[in-house]
């Protein structure tokens, strides 16, 4: 009876800590979410017709949120969502990080100042995906797979392709510059 008990108390425990293992840190916080948020919108401003754009025509807004993200001699076009992380993360630019690998799917570094969060589930994390995890936490993605931590988007690399080859499997230095 007694080794039945050990047996579903090991089991419980694998089954939870598996799921800690996918984050920047093992020592960051998780964040308590009760309800799970929509993703932020990457809808174009001119999509919307009938409300107010603050750039009043200025077009500089939308340039900022096409960038290079760069390993070594491969660059990749990417993307930056339309948000107030995405824009404070753009007027770092242009950026050296030195990234840390992190469980075979992602690179990370931390930033010495906060940005803006807006965090939510994503659920499914895809190649290429560019997330902040808290709020100074620059997470890479070169994996697909499914997560339960909440992360507050950046962008994604427009193709992904070749990305986790160009990453390597330790720690790398990307550059993050406006195109």
């Known amino acids: 009876m007694k ?14 800590m598996g799921n800690a293992l996918t984050a920047c840190s093992d020592n960051d916080p998780m964040e308590e979410v ?9 809808v174009d401003e001119d999509d919307n017709e009938g409300n107010s754009n603050d750039n009043n025509g200025d077009t500089s807004e939308s340039m900022e949120r096409n960038i290079t993200i760069s390993v070594n001699e491969t660059s990749f076009a990417a993307t930056l969502a339309d948000s107030d992380a995405a824009r404070a993360f753009a007027a770092m630019l242009p950026l ?3 990234m840390s690998e992190m469980n075979g ?28 995890y808290g709020s100074s936490c620059i997470v890479l993605f070169y994996e697909t797979f499914s997560s339960g931590y909440s992360y507050t988007r950046l962008g994604q690399i427009d193709n992904p392709e070749g990305l986790a080859a160009a990453l390597g499997s330790g720690n790398v230095s990307v550059r993050f510059e406006v195109r």
């Not at 009760?34 to 990457?42: G, L, M, N, Q, R």
């Not at 570094?109 to 290429?128: F, N, W």
């Open 96 to 98: 050296m990080l030195d």
């Open 34 to 42: 009760t309800e799970v948020p929509t993703p932020p919108s990457d």
């Open 105 to 132: 799917n992602e690179k990370y570094h931390y930033l010495s100042e906060e940005l803006p969060t807006d965090s939510y589930r994503p659920g499914t994390i895809q190649a290429g995906d560019l997330m902040l």
């Open 3 to 16: 080794r039945l008990i050990n047996c579903w108390v090991l089991t419980f425990l694998l089954l939870f």
